[in-house]
């Protein structure tokens, strides 16, 4: 785990709703698991509007990542302890 600057990751979306963050991690996931709003991945509690949708695609983390004052992005990232967090705890989504 650490700071999503240190990751290797690739935004997928900027600036965009929960609603339309949820839609694009549907549509880019293999595997999809619902989590409550504070759910922590890189150490920070996820923020949004119920459902929040946590995606896996090629053992990548899909998620809607929230900046203060920057807003809502759609990010892609390598994070092997994530994916299992989120495998053991997220609720799967079919």
Do not use: Q, W
């Amino acid at each position: 785990m650490g700071c999503l600057e240190n990751m290797n990751y690739e935004i997928l979306a900027k600036n965009c709703s929960f609603k339309e963050a949820r839609e694009i991690i549907r549509k880019n996931s293999t595997e999809k698991y619902e989590v409550p709003p504070g759910f922590k991945l890189l150490e920070k509690a996820l923020i949004g509007i119920p459902p929040l949708i946590v995606g896996v695609a090629n053992e990548k983390l899909v998620y809607a990542y929230t900046k203060p004052c920057h807003g809502t992005f759609v990010v892609v990232v390598e994070d092997p302890e994530g994916v299992d967090h989120v495998r053991r705890n997220g609720k799967p989504v079919f």
